[in-house]
């Protein structure tokens, strides 16, 4: 039995090479179908609809850049949305206001989840360019969110079906409180701040807000919400007076309408008119004509094969204008899925040294997030501007904290008005469990050699000698930013401490007091890096995160089956992401390695 058991076991070695050979020359196989399949579907080409509308679908997360590297994620998960790529909608907008064959664009919003204000601004002026060169605008509808709304407004005509719903509300910034219910379960929270106004760590400590915060907080959204309303009366003709006493009255307006939202919004001025599916179908046909292909639709063209279908341009100078994106939370390491590290800063060295780069925009959507790594990065920064290469900032939904230190010392720094931005503050907490573990019974003991070895149980209360630690760190730290900000603005630091203390203010407010030179988005802010370089012909060419080859080659592949996101999967996709899955991480930021944070959590929660 004994000498039966070698051959037994080779032969079975043999056996599993043999599969594996087998199924890796099958994955080979299906890859190139794939690529063969792509590249068939590629080969026709994209027509534009004559007299067509653009027809722009909002409903997934809008972000500043593409993820990477994941070119399977639309494939694996079948109930997600890719997220859609802010400069992409702009530029699909941007085309078809220059278009002769465009004559509009409809919004569908149904789905839209909502996005940052300095977003809703930036694809609401896209869309009043599109107007000013005499394209009609149209939303049809089944139910608006208030974000959506805001979009919505901007339209020539905005339907509303009959069955549909919509509610305007106003801005609401109310966090959970945990200090009551942590001192109920025994558990210590340790905190150390620099800044009157640096609320973030305010939920772990009490049951309300503080009056620094809730004055903070009574600035931002009413300031937000005054873009908001401004945007909308201008959009609708109505009277701002008009407009605030409906959203007073709303409950009593609507009981009066029968608990019809619809009817509510046509008799409030907010949409034009009560059409079914159907009925609207037939006004855009009116409009733009009948699809030859499917007889029940107008003529139109997605946003993303329409992006796709315009013509490269060619670059007619050497000199770039390098676009850099910080999107996601500061921490240390390689960053990547909603991190800023590591990476970012390879990027900028590239860009450091790429004799073709004459100027670099970074363009910031960051709540901030750990001292260190954001100091690497505006360090990298300053060592571009050392090359003699102007660094612009450009500001999204959100600069703040972090966000706003890489930002400090650039040579420029535009935001949106209703860009986030400020809280310049530090702070760091630990968690003791000691009190909640001795009601349990459990308890430690043990020895050490020096005073501070045993500082990292968490069994044990914050000794005295680690806080005097922390504490040295953070006020390093924000005297650190004191400086930054004092260097970068032409600030002393009596100045930058009126506008500091953690304190958050809008891109609009953050302009006023100089923490940025103007307001603008990311177009304005490549002319303004070119007019810094003194360089008039130039090529914009977007850093990214490298991908490897094989994702690169899996991207093509994707992009040329379906070029439009809302084009149902093929069902070989369906067939891939049942057999194989997917695999999903959660990422999130290290405090411990982060150590001293610059970090405003809530930042980026207020939306409509």
């Not at 919505?152 to 106003?170: I, K, N, T």
């Not at 008119?273 to 029940?296: C, I, N, S």
């Not at 590239?350 to 690497?376: F, H, I, M």
């Amino acid at each position: 039995m004994s000498e039966a058991n070698p051959g037994l076991w080779s032969r079975f070695n043999r056996g599993l090479e043999g599969l594996r050979r087998v199924l890796g020359n099958l994955a080979f196989l299906g890859l190139l179908g794939l690529v063969v399949l792509g590249l068939m579907q590629g080969d026709g080409g994209v027509d534009v609809p004559e007299g067509g509308a653009l027809r722009l679908t909002l409903d997934a997360p809008i972000v500043e850049a593409p993820p990477q590297p994941d070119p399977l994620a639309t494939l694996f998960d079948e109930g997600a949305r890719a997220p859609l790529v802010l400069s992409d909608l702009l530029d699909a907008l941007a085309y078809a206001a220059e278009d002769p064959r465009i004559a509009g664009v409809v919004l569908e919003l149904d789905a839209f989840p909502g996005a940052g204000f300095a977003t809703l601004e930036a694809l609401g002026e896209a869309l009043l360019q599109v107007k000013a060169a005499g394209k009609r605008v149209v939303t049809r509808s089944e139910g608006l969110s208030q974000g959506a709304y805001y979009l919505a407004s901007f339209s020539d005509e905005l339907y509303l079906d009959p069955a549909g719903d919509l509610w305007l509300r106003g801005l609401a910034s109310e966090p959970l409180y945990f200090g009551e219910a942590l001192q109920r379960l025994k558990i210590a929270v340790e905190v150390i701040k620099a800044g009157r106004y640096k609320s973030a760590v305010e939920p772990l400590l009490r049951r309300d807000m503080s009056p620094e915060a809730r004055e903070a907080e009574t600035a931002l959204v009413t300031g937000l919400w005054a873009r908001y309303a401004s945007a909308v009366v201008a959009n609708r003709s109505m009277d701002e007076a008009q407009f605030e006493r409906l959203l007073r009255e709303w409950p009593e307006r609507l009981r009066a309408a029968g608990g019809d939202g619809a009817r509510l919004a046509l008799e409030a001025g907010l949409v034009d008119e009560l059409l079914p599916r159907e009925a609207t179908v037939d006004r855009l046909k009116h409009y733009f004509g009948v699809d030859p292909d499917q007889e029940q639709s107008y003529r139109q063209i997605g946003w993303a094969p329409y992006l796709a279908a315009q013509p490269e341009k060619l670059s007619e100078t050497a000199d770039v204008i390098a676009v850099l994106v910080a999107e996601g939370t500061i921490a240390p390491g390689s960053g990547g899925d909603g991190l800023v590290g590591d990476q970012l800063v390879a990027q900028i060295d590239d860009a450091r040294y790429d004799d073709r780069v004459k100027a670099v925009v970074l363009r910031v959507n960051s709540p901030g997030g750990a001292a260190s790594q954001s100091e690497q990065i505006r360090r990298a920064l300053a060592l571009v501007q050392s090359r003699g290469k102007p660094v612009v900032i450009s500001m999204g939904d959100v600069a703040a904290s972090g966000g706003y230190w890489i930002a400090s010392t650039a040579d420029y720094i535009l935001a949106a008005p209703g860009t986030i931005t400020g809280s310049i503050g530090a702070f760091a907490l630990t968690a003791t469990f000691e009190q909640s573990a001795a009601a349990l019974g459990v308890t430690t003991d043990g020895v050490k050699t020096h005073p501070l070895a045993n500082a990292g149980n968490p069994f044990r209360p914050l000794a005295p000698g680690l806080r005097s630690m922390i504490q040295g760190g953070i006020e390093h730290t924000y005297e650190t930013f004191r400086i930054r900000v004092a260097e970068g603005r032409g600030l002393t630091l009596d100045e930058v401490d009126e506008r500091a203390e953690g304190r958050v203010w809008t891109g609009q407010a953050a302009h006023a007091l100089g923490l940025v030179d103007a307001l603008g988005g990311l177009d304005a802010a490549v002319a303004k890096a070119a007019e810094l370089a003194e360089v008039e012909a130039y090529t914009v060419e977007r850093f990214e995160p490298p991908r490897s080859p094989f994702e690169q080659l899996l991207g093509v592949v994707l992009e040329s089956v379906s070029l439009d996101p809302l084009s149902p999967r093929p069902a070989w996709g369906r067939w891939l992401a049942t057999t194989f899955g997917a695999a999903q991480q959660a990422v999130a930021l290290d405090y411990r390695s982060a150590g001293v944070l610059i970090w405003c959590p809530r930042c980026d929660a207020l939306a409509p």
